[in-house]
């Protein structure tokens, strides 16, 4: 079953708002990863996190991998048209990758 | 052109037919896998390849079969299609050892 939870699964915010996404694992991760999927595209990959309580930036985009490697954030800092699409989290264990469910983020200008 | 190439774009079938979904690459990566995503289930895994003799079954195989033709090449068949593998399904590949994954653009995959 699923071994990845995201929340929440929609956010609408106005522009200019924070965006914040949660993903937590039922198992430690060896690593993180997070995609961002456009409307009507496909997923592109954003960053990896792998040491335990990593915290790692993108412009207004900030990443965070917590301290027993369960759980990760990604956080939207004045959201922008641009920011629109489905953020997903991606947690290794093992040889593989199990994708979290997704948050859709609308915004409204 | 696209690195990780999915055909057909789209595609609808009927219930109990067979049909093939293609992936190639140009990456020259190794490894290679076909996911399936559904509107709040995310993206799941339906097989994987990490070279040319490995297949692996991923956390949804049922229903669903693979065939590795070379290290650039991995098809996903549906072997008596049903209304509830409707879904968009994704290829992507990584390189051994490497971080991220690529995907291709999607089949959108109907079955009535």
């Known amino acids: 079953g699923q071994q990845v939870m995201q929340i929440p699964q929609y956010q609408h915010v106005q522009e200019g708002e924070d965006f914040t996404t949660y993903c937590n694992s039922s198992?430690?991760?060896?690593?993180i990863q997070w995609y961002k999927q456009r409307p009507g595209g496909h997923p592109v990959f954003l960053i990896q996190?792998?040491?335990?309580?990593e915290v790692k930036k993108q412009k207004r985009l900030t990443f965070q991998f917590g301290e027993a490697k369960k759980n990760s954030s990604l956080h939207i800092t004045a959201t922008q048209t641009t920011d629109v699409g489905t953020y997903f989290c991606?947690?290794?264990?093992?040889?593989?990758?199990?994708f979290g469910t997704g948050t859709s983020l609308t915004v409204i200008p | 052109d696209a690195d990780v190439t999915q055909t057909p774009r789209n595609r609808i079938t009927k219930t109990g037919k067979r049909i093939m979904l293609e992936c190639s690459q140009t990456?020259?990566?190794?490894?290679m896998y076909w996911y399936r995503q559904d509107p709040g289930l995310g993206l799941r895994l339906i097989y994987y390849?990490?070279?040319?003799?490995?297949?692996n079954k991923g956390e949804i195989s049922d229903g669903y079969s693979v065939s590795r033709q070379a290290q650039a090449k991995f098809s996903l068949s549906l072997e008596s299609a049903i209304p509830n593998q409707t879904a968009l399904y994704f290829c992507?590949?990584?390189?051994?050892?490497?971080?991220?994954?690529?995907f291709g653009q999607g089949t959108r995959l109907t079955v009535v």
């Open positions: 991606a947690g290794r264990t093992g040889n593989q990758f199990y």
């Open positions: 198992t430690t991760l060896s690593n």
């Open positions: 996190l792998v040491k335990s309580g």
């Open positions: 990456k020259g990566h190794d490894r």
């Open positions: 390849s990490f070279d040319v003799k490995d297949i």
């Open positions: 992507a590949t990584t390189r051994t050892g490497g971080t991220e994954a690529f």
